[in-house]
């Protein structure tokens, strides 16, 4: 069965400095995987997507993962954080018993202090 | 391009009560469409999907349904709320051709007391 972990549910991090959210996956055939960010309140919102094309993926507001078959991870990092950028994100991967199914990770939280 | 919206934004509602939450897409025809309930410090959970007008399938049994009266409408229901229906309810989208990205709606904030 197809499984997705967030390795961290906290991360805290100063403005300025590299952003690295960790999600593992398992998965018995190549899975497209997501991250979303979810601001307090708010909806998902898309940040990227891998579908079996590029191995690094660049996404929005200066986001990008690697896919990593190898080691079945698809972590999130930025250069450089913003204080915008503290929400919480989610590491999906697709469930390949149906198309219209996805399966979330737990969540990260990033704290981003000035 | 496509819009996703859902109403109302926050709901307070008594135990025993009736709920409708609606949520509407623009810019897309024959939507495929999606229920999540997001408990406080949870994750997501899918209750209902939707891939046409009238079709749903539901994921967990529960308190809860769903409707699609029209092609872009999807409706979540209940005739009697229960405490353990307050969360954070998420209404998606995606394409129907089968691409497996979800479009999220802003949520609904329910609360029942």
């Known amino acids: 069965a197809q499984s997705v972990t967030q390795l961290d549910s906290h991360v805290s991090v100063s403005e300025g400095t590299p952003v690295l959210l960790r999600c593992n996956y398992s998965s018995s055939y190549s899975p497209s995987l997501f991250w979303y960010v979810q601001h307090p309140n708010k909806g998902l919102q898309l940040l990227l997507k891998y579908t079996s094309a590029a191995t690094l993926v660049k996404g929005i507001n200066g986001f990008e993962a690697e896919f990593k078959k190898s080691e079945t991870s698809f972590h999130l990092t930025k250069p450089s954080a913003h204080m915008s950028d503290a929400a919480e994100y989610f590491c999906?991967?697709?469930?390949?018993?149906?198309?219209?199914?996805?399966?979330f990770g737990s969540g990260t939280r990033l704290l981003v202090r000035p | 391009s496509q819009t996703i919206h859902q109403w109302p934004a926050t709901l307070v509602q008594p135990v025993g009560s009736p709920l409708s939450l609606e949520c509407t897409v623009e810019g897309t025809s024959n939507p495929n469409l999606y229920w999540y309930r997001q408990a406080a410090g949870r994750g997501l959970q899918l209750l209902f999907y939707s891939v046409g007008i009238g079709q749903i399938s539901s994921e967990v049994p529960q308190n809860l349904s769903a409707s699609r009266p029209q092609d872009r409408q999807f409706i979540l229901s209940s005739k009697k709320l229960l405490l353990s229906d307050s969360g954070f309810y998420l209404c998606?989208?995606?394409?129907?051709?089968?691409?497996?990205?979800?479009?999220f709606g802003p949520g609904t904030r329910l609360l029942v007391l």
């Open positions: 998606a989208w995606s394409w129907a051709s089968g691409e497996e990205t979800q479009y």
């Open positions: 999906v991967v697709s469930d390949p018993s149906s198309s219209y199914k996805l399966i």
